[in-house]
């Protein structure tokens, strides 16, 4: 099956379309033209928070409808906007702040969408993880968006532990009540030297940027009243610890060796140590170590 193009001059003449449209992350001016005259020209917004996009459609004077669609109606939702879709009403799909879909409702009324073969047009606009990792200073690609770390405990851990282990700078949200803790964490697993930058209020009149490492972000989280909104851009594993996981065959038998030698044990006890500052299993040094011997 050949793969399906669908665009809004495409569409049946009965079919509406879904505009995803990002909103400011905190300074109004930064909604652009295009967005406000989609916002006019829709028949219905579907909006995460009702009351707060009011707010912003009074202050560029849109009267357009809203319909609240959020994570706690989304199945209820999806088939009344379908319904009003397929009648030919084109809708707008907005968050409260940035672009819907990341880290915020509007993922699944766009698969929804494509399943009808309803154009869903996305419009370009703010987005706060972005926006911090540009006046980061770290290296700003590749990079891993990760967004919100779930609070479920176990879930967690896992996703804490698959971050450390990113060579590459990754983003994540957190809110302020959290921020603390998430730190922590970070520190406790990614190291204390790890390099941070911390973006506060984006765009907002107390916008600020701290940079420095983990122990020095959570030294100031623990001193300080924090408030406002985060977004957290991490350095990735340093390059050091990538070389140390790819050393070659030769240079595992040499460091058990040395091991056995200066530090006067035996060779098990030897490989178990070199495979654990590899963070590889024991198996493999062991099967490099007696190859190279028998060879």
């Known amino acids: 099956m050949g793969l399906a193009a669908i665009s809004s ?157 990113q060579q590459v700078t990754f983003i994540l949200y957190e809110s302020p009540h959290h921020l603390k803790k998430t730190l922590q964490e970070l520190n406790n697993l990614l190291g204390e030297d790890r390099q941070i930058v911390l973006g506060r209020e984006l765009t907002k009149k107390f916008e600020e940027f701290l940079r420095g490492t983990l122990a020095q972000a959570l030294a100031w989280s623990q001193e300080q009243t924090v408030r406002g909104e985060f977004c957290l851009i991490i350095a990735g594993k340093p390059a050091v610890a990538v070389k140390q996981q790819a050393a070659s065959a030769d240079e595992l038998e040499t460091q058990v060796k040395e091991l056995i030698t200066s530090g006067n044990c035996r060779a098990n006890e030897a490989i178990k140590q070199v495979a654990k500052q590899h963070q590889l299993k024991k198996q493999v040094v062991y099967n490099a170590f007696h190859h190279l011997k028998k060879d």
């Open 9 to 165: 001059y495409q569409q049946p003449a009965e079919t509406g379309a879904l505009y995803l449209v990002p909103t400011p992350i905190g300074n109004l001016g930064d909604m652009t033209f295009r967005a406000v005259e989609v916002l006019k020209k829709v028949d219905l917004i579907a909006a995460e928070d009702t009351r707060n996009t009011q707010k912003l459609l009074n202050y560029f004077d849109i009267k357009t409808s809203q319909l609240s669609f959020h994570e706690h109606n989304t199945q209820e939702r999806i088939p009344q906007l379908l319904a009003k879709l397929q009648a030919g009403k084109k809708i707008a799909q907005v968050s409260d702040a940035g672009m819907p879909s990341i880290s915020d409702p509007g993922h699944e009324l766009v698969v929804a969408a494509i399943a009808k073969r309803i154009p869903v047009i996305p419009l370009p606009g703010p987005n706060a993880g972005l926006t911090a990792l540009i006046a980061s200073g770290l290296v700003p690609q590749p990079f891993l968006f990760f967004g919100f770390l779930t609070r479920q405990k176990k879930l967690r851990q896992q996703q804490t532990a698959f971050l450390a282990q």
